[in-house]
Nanobody, 125 residues
């Protein structure tokens, strides 16, 4: 079965950094684009970052450009989200997600066919 298992969430102070990881199993990892989404309390789940099958192309939502970096290691079947200069507004549950077959980059929740369970990131002021 398809599994996406996030790790790395926690409590950090504003200006700090965290690296999230997502370990994938149960499918041919290198054949799928992957992404990170987040859900802030009281708001809808939103796109954060996406990466293509190989890791050569990436896409970010405007609010995290220059601060977050998505990457993948196909040998380890893992996708990462490096988060720097964190802000209280980044506080959310972060979800790893698999893009539907054939998509080179994910952009919206409708591009996703499988979700991880999420990991909570809390940024204190």
């Amino acid at each position: 079965q398809v599994q996406l298992v996030e790790a790395g969430g926690g409590l950090v102070q504003a200006g700090g950094s965290l690296r999230l990881s997502c370990a994938a199993s149960g499918f041919t990892f290198s054949a799928y684009s992957m992404g990170w989404f987040r859900q802030i309390s009281g708001k809808e789940r939103e796109f954060v970052a996406g990466v293509d099958w190989i890791g050569s192309r990436t896409l970010y939502t405007d609010s995290v450009k220059g601060r977050f970096t998505i990457s993948r290691d196909n040998a380890k079947k893992t996708v990462y989200l490096q988060m720097n200069r964190l802000e209280p507004e980044d506080t959310a549950v972060y979800y790893c997600a698999r893009g539907r077959g054939g998509l080179s980059l994910v952009r919206t929740t409708t591009d996703i066919d499988y979700w991880g369970k999420g990991t909570l990131v809390t940024v204190s002021s």
